[in-house]
């Protein structure tokens, strides 16, 4: 609907708008298939534009009924519409009030963007490009305008009709079924931010206060019955309006802030303004539905919806080339909200973990592009790993950069000066710079080039002098689009860790180390540590202070001395892991596992280890995954040989240590009810981590406990676990467990998503038959983006060996559901299409398949943009 073959947009051609909204009214009356949507733009020409530039409005798939000026009926030729657009060749004044009648059908919106139906109810999502589908406005991010929203429907269709800002009216309709509310937004925001539900819901509510003492009405809207699952939800955003006006100064501004859940959402939640929509995996938990995995998840969405108020909507975007101003800092700051919540070095083990798999994979392949891009076909495609993570990632070394205080003073000039404001990187970045009087074009860097730099660093310990000389050169990989790449300003967190284990003095020359951060610059670099006695065994970016790929100088045994003493427990972590990968690679490439023997007595340690709390035992214990190793190995991948590979390890590992996880598993009993906390969930990790390793042979006795767990269990996390680990095991207890897990769950279609993860999952060659089979189940649908997610993404994305089987039928089997899905919801097509993102590091035979199954994927005719761009670039 929107024009056929869209043309690359670049960041070097921001023009302003040339009309501005100073105020809209919008008019809803709901209708399944044929809603009326009446808009009053009160339009003003831009000083800042062209003179006499006409008014052209965005439209997608509209149809026009009627148009006024000033109230007058407004008719041909003075202006054009088609589907995509509305001009106004010849606007009658500078000011004006134009009256837009559209007609929209909700029901046949199957992409789930701009008004559409969901379980019955009428719900909106507008981010980036979908209120053009609702109505003619110029749908940019820079525009902002006040809107007013009248909602009417039937009462007994949608009794609940909620809008973005605060209730102003609400009634029948005299004479009629029907019945209207009014919701007025006071804050100017672009048309992204709008939103409306209407439908049967059930609410739950409760209040806030905020620090000046304004009171906040709070609700959940969830389908009726699943009342009792919000809570937690709601906890959590209680904790996090608290914690936003804690750590960074900022107070909620409206009366209300409602929440509603719905089961078709292509995302996981959106920031309307005073309206959050989320997508109710992100909402509903109880124990017995739920994992800890899920609470956290819940806990970490809420807070960033939430966040988005300040760091979004009231400064939001110039243009969507900036997307990373709002996504990257609110991925930042709700990262820190976790952390504060929870266990900061766990949460930050989480973080890199995730980092590495998503997006350290998409920086190293055909989809790299910057933080900021600076071009695109289809933003849709740009709601990515580095836009969100890596984006997080630089704030994060700013604030490594400037120091605590620093930072905050930057954060609270930024939101003084730009309030209000549609706003820019460069913005941002002069808001630090100023604040802390520094210069910060080398570290803008971050924004522009693309890749993950690679650090090799190197020591040298004098002992005569007491010196220890750190060599470190740096370089950024070529990227599509971008060949030569400049230094970057790398914040390295180090320490010198002495032979008792403990931190030396880290002075360079004469002066102390501030934070123990040293800045590397250049190309090549070198730094001298002073008045060091013996040698020391450095520890290096520390913290994963830059999200770079680090090649050292340690040897095995240094990795072994660190995981044991090093005083930052994510280098603990990360020590392990290094050692672990570097076994794994060998064996990968070899078919031969090197004596694991270092790694065994590391693990066997930190597993001993009683000062070390359980969640970060169950991260350092749980080996790197085979995305990671195959990322590493880099080119000419056999996953089968990845496979094999780890778990051969596991075996070795699970072995050698069987006695001390059998005691952990024991130890560590579930006792109690459950409760969803940090201290409980890491308990419950480290026990199900145990449980893996002592299965992991596939022996009865590993089986048979795994089977009492999953009757046993009184909570989903304990249940789950257990079930995963029969379902890696071609036992008949799988079978069993799995037929079992779906009686029990089979009304609730969150659950049944874990159910389909699972056998997606399985590394056998019964798994693309089995999906196949899925597909068919009356649980599954295509035009459900959990389901598809569950089902086929999970078996795209990670499940490594059956995807990229030898034969091809796996890449084949997603390209043709990607094409059949295409139809009906482009953006998750698109998304799935991305998996094939790391088909270049596969072995010949393999990477052929894939890249026969993009071809035919890219040249269908009649593809979406979505899918089309990505197949493109995957290809380039
Ligand atoms: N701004 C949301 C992400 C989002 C983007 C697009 C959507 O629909 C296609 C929905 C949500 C966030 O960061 O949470
Ligand atoms: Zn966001």
Same mark, same amino acid.
């Given at each position: 609907m929107r024009d056929a073959e869209p043309k690359a947009i670049h960041l070097a051609d921001y023009r302003p708008p040339e009309w501005l909204v100073d105020k809209v009214e919008l008019d809803f009356a709901l209708h399944p298939s044929q809603t009326r949507v009446t808009a009053r733009l009160a339009l003003r020409r831009n000083p800042e534009g062209t003179t006499g530039a006409p008014v052209v409005l965005e439209g997608d798939g509209l149809t026009l009924v009627r148009l006024a000026i000033d109230g007058k009926p407004l008719v041909g030729p003075s202006f054009e519409a088609t589907p995509a657009r509305l001009t106004l060749a010849h606007p009658p004044a500078d000011t004006f009030?134009? *009256?837009?009648?559209?007609?929209?059908?909700?029901? +046949? !919106?199957?992409?789930?963007?701009?008004?559409?139906?969901t379980s019955g109810n009428y719900c909106t999502q507008c981010e980036p490009e979908g209120f053009r589908r609702i109505t003619y406005y110029p749908d940019r991010p820079d525009v902002l305008s006040v809107f007013t929203t009248r909602i009417e429907a039937d009462k007994a269709e949608a009794p609940i009709l909620?809008?973005?800002?605060?209730?102003? *009216?609400?009634?029948?309709?005299?004479?009629? +079924?029907?019945?209207?509310?009014?919701?007025?937004?006071?804050? $100017?925001?672009?048309? &992204?931010?709008?939103?409306?539900?209407?439908?049967?819901?059930?609410?739950?509510?409760?209040?806030?206060?905020? +620090?000046?003492?304004?009171?906040?009405?709070?609700?959940? &809207?969830?389908?009726?019955?699943?009342?009792?699952?919000?809570? &937690?939800?709601?906890?959590?955003?209680?904790?996090?309006?608290?914690?936003?006006? *804690?750590? /960074?100064?900022?107070? &909620?501004?409206?009366?209300v802030f409602n929440i509603v859940a719905v089961s078709d959402f292509n995302m996981g939640a959106m920031e309307n303004k005073g309206l959050n929509v989320f997508n109710d995996k992100y909402v509903l938990a109880t124990p017995e539905t739920a994992t800890d995995a899920d609470y956290s998840g819940i806990e970490g969405v809420i807070a960033h919806e939430y966040f988005h108020n300040w760091t979004g909507n009231r400064i939001t975007c110039r243009d969507w080339f900036q997307l990373c101003l709002k996504e990257g800092l609110t991925v930042f700051r709700d990262q820190e909200f976790s952390s504060d919540q929870r266990s900061r070095p766990v949460k930050r083990i989480a973080d890199v973990r995730m980092l590495k798999a998503a997006q350290f994979t998409e920086d190293s392949g055909p989809l790299a592009h910057p933080v900021r891009p600076e071009t695109y076909r289809e933003i849709n495609n740009f709601y990515t790993a580095t836009v969100y993570e890596k984006g997080a990632e630089v704030v994060r070394m700013l604030k490594t950069l400037l120091g605590e205080d620093g930072f905050r003073k930057g954060m609270d000039l930024y939101f003084e000066r730009h309030d209000g404001d549609a706003a820019t990187i460069e913005d941002f970045v002069a808001a630090f710079a100023d604040a802390a009087g520094r210069d910060l074009t080398q570290f803008a860097l971050w924004y522009a080039q693309s890749g993950t730099p690679l650090l090799n660093v190197s020591g040298s310990y004098d002992k005569e002098a007491g010196t220890?000389?750190?060599?470190?050169?740096?370089?950024v990989p070529p990227t599509p689009g971008q060949g030569d790449?400049?230094?970057?300003?790398?914040?390295?967190?180090?320490?010198?860790?002495?032979?008792?284990?403990?931190?030396? $003095?880290?002075?360079?020359?004469?002066?102390?180390?501030?934070?123990?951060?040293?800045?590397?610059?250049?190309?090549?670099?070198?730094?001298? /540590?002073?008045?060091? *006695?013996?040698? $020391?065994?450095?520890?290096?970016?520390?913290?994963?202070?830059?999200?770079?790929?680090?090649?050292?100088?340690?040897?095995?045994?240094?990795?072994?001395?660190? +995981?044991?003493?090093d005083g930052d427990p994510f280098n603990r972590f990360d020590s392990l892991q290094r050692i672990a990968l570097e076994l794994l690679k060998t064996c990968a490439r070899s078919g031969t596992l090197p004596a694991p023997d270092a790694l065994i007595t590391a693990t066997g340690a930190v597993v001993a280890d009683t000062a070390l709390d359980a969640a970060f035992k169950a991260q350092a214990l749980a080996l790197p995954g085979e995305s990671e190793v195959a990322r590493e190995l880099g080119s000419d991948v056999n996953p089968d040989a990845v496979y094999a590979a780890r778990k051969a390890l596991r075996i070795a590992v699970g072995t050698a240590l069987a006695a001390d996880f059998a005691r952990t598993y024991e130890s560590a009993g579930a006792g109690g009810a459950f409760a969803p906390d940090a201290a409980s969930a890491g308990r419950r990790a480290l026990r199900n981590l145990a449980l893996d390793y002592l299965a992991v042979t596939g022996a009865a006795e590993g089986i048979a406990r795994a089977k009492v767990q999953f009757e046993a269990a009184d909570n989903m996390t304990d249940r789950f676990a257990a079930l995963a680990v029969l379902a890696q095991h071609d036992v008949p207890e799988r079978e069993a467990a799995l037929d079992a897990f779906y009686r029990r769950f089979e009304s609730d279609a969150l659950v049944i998503d874990k159910w389909f993860v699972l056998q997606a999952q399985i590394a056998s060659e019964g798994t693309l038959d089995r999906v196949?089979?899925?597909?068919?189940? $009356?649980?599954?649908?295509?035009? !459900?983006?959990?389901?598809?997610?569950?089902?086929?993404?999970?078996?795209?994305?990670? !499940?490594?060996t059956q995807f990229n089987r030898a034969d091809g039928a796996g890449h084949a089997f997603v390209a043709d559901t990607v094409l059949s899905l295409d139809g009906k919801n482009p953006q998750v097509a698109a998304r799935l299409l991305a998996s094939f993102k790391t088909f270049r590091q596969l072995e010949p035979v393999r990477r052929a398949s894939a890249e026969a199954a993009l071809r035919r994927v890219a040249q269908t005719p009649g593809l979406s943009a979505d899918v089309s761009d990505i197949a493109t670039r995957s290809l380039g």
């Amino acid at each position: 609907m929107r024009d056929a073959e869209p043309k690359a947009i670049h960041l070097a051609d921001y023009r302003p708008p040339e009309w501005l909204v100073d105020k809209v009214e919008l008019d809803f009356a709901l209708h399944p298939s044929q809603t009326r949507v009446t808009a009053r733009l009160a339009l003003r020409r831009n000083p800042e534009g062209t003179t006499g530039a006409p008014v052209v409005l965005e439209g997608d798939g509209l149809t026009l009924v009627r148009l006024a000026i000033d109230g007058k009926p407004l008719v041909g030729p003075s202006f054009e519409a088609t589907p995509a657009r509305l001009t106004l060749a010849h606007p009658p004044a500078d000011t004006f009030v134009l *009256e837009v009648e559209t007609l929209v059908d909700p029901t +046949a !919106n199957t992409q789930l963007m701009g008004l559409y139906r969901t379980s019955g109810n009428y719900c909106t999502q507008c981010e980036p490009e979908g209120f053009r589908r609702i109505t003619y406005y110029p749908d940019r991010p820079d525009v902002l305008s006040v809107f007013t929203t009248r909602i009417e429907a039937d009462k007994a269709e949608a009794p609940i009709l909620l809008g973005n800002g605060n209730l102003v *009216e609400s009634g029948d309709i005299p004479g009629t +079924a029907r019945h209207f509310a009014i919701w007025h937004d006071p804050w $100017p925001k672009p048309s &992204y931010l709008f939103a409306l539900v209407g439908g049967k819901l059930a609410k739950v509510a409760d209040s806030f206060v905020t +620090a000046s003492g304004r009171k906040v009405e709070l609700g959940i &809207y969830v389908e009726e019955g699943k009342e009792a699952r919000a809570g &937690y939800a709601m906890d959590a955003l209680k904790r996090s309006m608290r914690w936003d006006e *804690e750590a /960074f100064g900022r107070e &909620y501004d409206l009366d209300v802030f409602n929440i509603v859940a719905v089961s078709d959402f292509n995302m996981g939640a959106m920031e309307n303004k005073g309206l959050n929509v989320f997508n109710d995996k992100y909402v509903l938990a109880t124990p017995e539905t739920a994992t800890d995995a899920d609470y956290s998840g819940i806990e970490g969405v809420i807070a960033h919806e939430y966040f988005h108020n300040w760091t979004g909507n009231r400064i939001t975007c110039r243009d969507w080339f900036q997307l990373c101003l709002k996504e990257g800092l609110t991925v930042f700051r709700d990262q820190e909200f976790s952390s504060d919540q929870r266990s900061r070095p766990v949460k930050r083990i989480a973080d890199v973990r995730m980092l590495k798999a998503a997006q350290f994979t998409e920086d190293s392949g055909p989809l790299a592009h910057p933080v900021r891009p600076e071009t695109y076909r289809e933003i849709n495609n740009f709601y990515t790993a580095t836009v969100y993570e890596k984006g997080a990632e630089v704030v994060r070394m700013l604030k490594t950069l400037l120091g605590e205080d620093g930072f905050r003073k930057g954060m609270d000039l930024y939101f003084e000066r730009h309030d209000g404001d549609a706003a820019t990187i460069e913005d941002f970045v002069a808001a630090f710079a100023d604040a802390a009087g520094r210069d910060l074009t080398q570290f803008a860097l971050w924004y522009a080039q693309s890749g993950t730099p690679l650090l090799n660093v190197s020591g040298s310990y004098d002992k005569e002098a007491g010196t220890f000389r750190l060599d470190v050169t740096q370089s950024v990989p070529p990227t599509p689009g971008q060949g030569d790449k400049k230094p970057m300003l790398i914040p390295l967190a180090l320490g010198l860790v002495g032979p008792d284990g403990r931190d030396m $003095p880290l002075t360079l020359g004469n002066t102390p180390v501030e934070h123990g951060v040293i800045e590397v610059k250049e190309a090549a670099q070198s730094f001298l /540590f002073t008045g060091l *006695e013996a040698r $020391p065994v450095p520890s290096l970016n520390r913290g994963f202070s830059a999200p770079v790929n680090l090649v050292s100088d340690l040897t095995e045994a240094d990795r072994v001395f660190l +995981a044991a003493h090093d005083g930052d427990p994510f280098n603990r972590f990360d020590s392990l892991q290094r050692i672990a990968l570097e076994l794994l690679k060998t064996c990968a490439r070899s078919g031969t596992l090197p004596a694991p023997d270092a790694l065994i007595t590391a693990t066997g340690a930190v597993v001993a280890d009683t000062a070390l709390d359980a969640a970060f035992k169950a991260q350092a214990l749980a080996l790197p995954g085979e995305s990671e190793v195959a990322r590493e190995l880099g080119s000419d991948v056999n996953p089968d040989a990845v496979y094999a590979a780890r778990k051969a390890l596991r075996i070795a590992v699970g072995t050698a240590l069987a006695a001390d996880f059998a005691r952990t598993y024991e130890s560590a009993g579930a006792g109690g009810a459950f409760a969803p906390d940090a201290a409980s969930a890491g308990r419950r990790a480290l026990r199900n981590l145990a449980l893996d390793y002592l299965a992991v042979t596939g022996a009865a006795e590993g089986i048979a406990r795994a089977k009492v767990q999953f009757e046993a269990a009184d909570n989903m996390t304990d249940r789950f676990a257990a079930l995963a680990v029969l379902a890696q095991h071609d036992v008949p207890e799988r079978e069993a467990a799995l037929d079992a897990f779906y009686r029990r769950f089979e009304s609730d279609a969150l659950v049944i998503d874990k159910w389909f993860v699972l056998q997606a999952q399985i590394a056998s060659e019964g798994t693309l038959d089995r999906v196949k089979g899925l597909m068919l189940h $009356p649980a599954f649908s295509l035009s !459900n983006p959990n389901r598809v997610r569950s089902l086929i993404g999970a078996f795209a994305a990670t !499940n490594p060996t059956q995807f990229n089987r030898a034969d091809g039928a796996g890449h084949a089997f997603v390209a043709d559901t990607v094409l059949s899905l295409d139809g009906k919801n482009p953006q998750v097509a698109a998304r799935l299409l991305a998996s094939f993102k790391t088909f270049r590091q596969l072995e010949p035979v393999r990477r052929a398949s894939a890249e026969a199954a993009l071809r035919r994927v890219a040249q269908t005719p009649g593809l979406s943009a979505d899918v089309s761009d990505i197949a493109t670039r995957s290809l380039g």
